[in-house]
């Protein structure tokens, strides 16, 4: 099973602060990785699919990259509605996983 | 705009069988080759993918929860299943029933299961 490490576990920032989750990989999931959005009480939100592209509707602020076994979610300017609990996923590999999630609090 | 929706009992007995339904609405189930997803998370935790349906009926398991999963498709009524044998409180979670196209793009809103003794 691919176990994916998320770090750090939580991220203190003010909004307008630039933002960058890492998401680590056991092994390569080539460029086989989601990034979700997860709001209090809500279902997560699919924000990146396939390490760097952008769902439908997802703003430009948010971007990933990565390839392999590192990647990387960045928020360029962090806006209110951000601050939520983030989480990967691979599906390089049977059976898929998520990471534990970082969460981004208000500084 | 398609939607789904998960529905089923919000408690369950211990041993007993776990029953969700997810309804497709806005689009047919059985158009674009999609696989048809249930996720679980427990309270305050993150997230377990516990398998797929296709529409043929095809279905692939966590290994983890295999040996107590059974899921299923019924494209008439637009429907799809998960059962969960034997259950524990280790089964309490939100259960979730999403579209996967690529990863995972849309979620119903989830339903607390929470298992009794």
């Known amino acids: 099973e691919v176990v994916l490490t998320q770090s750090p576990a939580t991220l203190s920032l003010s909004p307008g602060e630039r933002a960058t989750l890492s998401c680590r990989a056991s092994?390569?999931?080539?460029?086989?990785l989601a990034w979700y959005q997860q709001k209090p009480g809500q279902a997560p939100r699919l924000l990146i699919y396939?390490?760097?592209n952008r769902a439908t509707g997802i703003p430009a602020r948010f971007s990933g990259s990565g390839s392999g076994t590192d990647f990387t979610l960045t928020i360029s300017s962090l806006e209110p509605e951000d601050f939520a609990v983030y989480y990967c996923?691979?599906?390089?590999?049977?059976?898929?996983?998520f990471g534990e999630g970082t969460k981004v609090e208000i500084k | 705009q398609v939607q789904l929706q998960e529905s089923g009992p919000g408690l369950v007995k211990s041993s007993q069988t776990l029953s969700l339904t997810c309804t497709v609405s806005?689009?047919?189930?059985?158009?674009?080759?999609?696989?048809w997803t249930w996720i679980r998370q427990h309270p305050g935790r993150g997230l377990e993918w516990i398998g797929y349906?296709?529409?043929?009926?095809?279905?692939y398991y966590n290994p983890s929860l295999e040996s107590r999963v059974i899921m299923s498709i019924d494209t008439s009524k637009n429907q799809f299943y998960l059962k969960l044998t034997s259950v524990t409180a280790a089964d309490t979670a939100v259960y979730y029933c999403?579209?996967?196209?690529?990863?995972?793009?849309?979620w119903g809103q989830g339903t607390l299961v929470t298992v009794s003794s």
């Open positions: 999403a579209k996967d196209e690529d990863a995972f793009d849309l």
């Open positions: 806005g689009g047919s189930i059985s158009t674009g080759g999609y696989y």
């Open positions: 349906v296709y529409d043929s009926g095809a279905t």
């Open positions: 092994q390569s999931v080539r460029r086989f």
């Open positions: 396939d390490a760097s």
């Open positions: 996923q691979q599906r390089s590999d049977w059976p898929l996983t």
